[in-house]
């Protein structure tokens, strides 16, 4: 059985830093496209970077310069760090991965994938200003 659990969300100010992790059970997580997907408060989902097999990535343009998508293959498990937070990023922050490997990882083409993915249970980042 599959799961991803998500960690890592806090309450943070401005300008301050988290790093999310994702552990993978039942799935090898290098072998798909796997990413993060947040929603905020009143907004709808909305992919902010994933990672491919080969170790290519794909950024939302609100986390480029800022977050860096990564995985332990070691630990099964995936990570995203956040510098520079801001208001706006507050949101419930999502671990997602394809249930089928060799799909196209552009965050747009996954993203657009998404009612077909394993899914985490969220951690919640909170920026205050």
């Known amino acids: 059985q599959v799961q991803l659990v998500d960690a890592g969300g806090d309450s943070v100010q401005a300008g301050g830093s988290l790093r999310l992790s994702c552990a993978a059970s039942?799935?090898?997580?290098?072998?798909?496209?796997m990413g993060w997907i947040r929603q905020g408060p009143g907004k709808e989902r909305e992919g902010v970077a994933v990672?491919?097999?080969?170790?290519?990535?794909s950024y939302a343009d609100s986390a480029k310069g800022r977050f860096t998508i990564s995985q332990d293959n070691a630990k099964n498990t995936l990570y995203l760090q956040m510098t520079s937070l801001k208001p706006e990023d507050t949101a419930m922050y999502y671990c997602?991965?394809?249930?089928?490997?060799?799909?196209?990882?552009?965050?747009?083409?996954?993203?657009?994938?998404?009612?077909?993915?394993?899914w985490g249970q969220g951690t919640q980042v909170t920026v205050s200003s």
């Open positions: 997602a991965a394809d249930k089928i490997p060799g799909y196209e990882c552009s965050l747009g083409s996954w993203f657009n994938r998404r009612d077909f993915f394993y």
């Open positions: 039942g799935y090898t997580s290098s072998s798909y496209c």
């Open positions: 990672l491919d097999s080969d170790g290519s990535t």
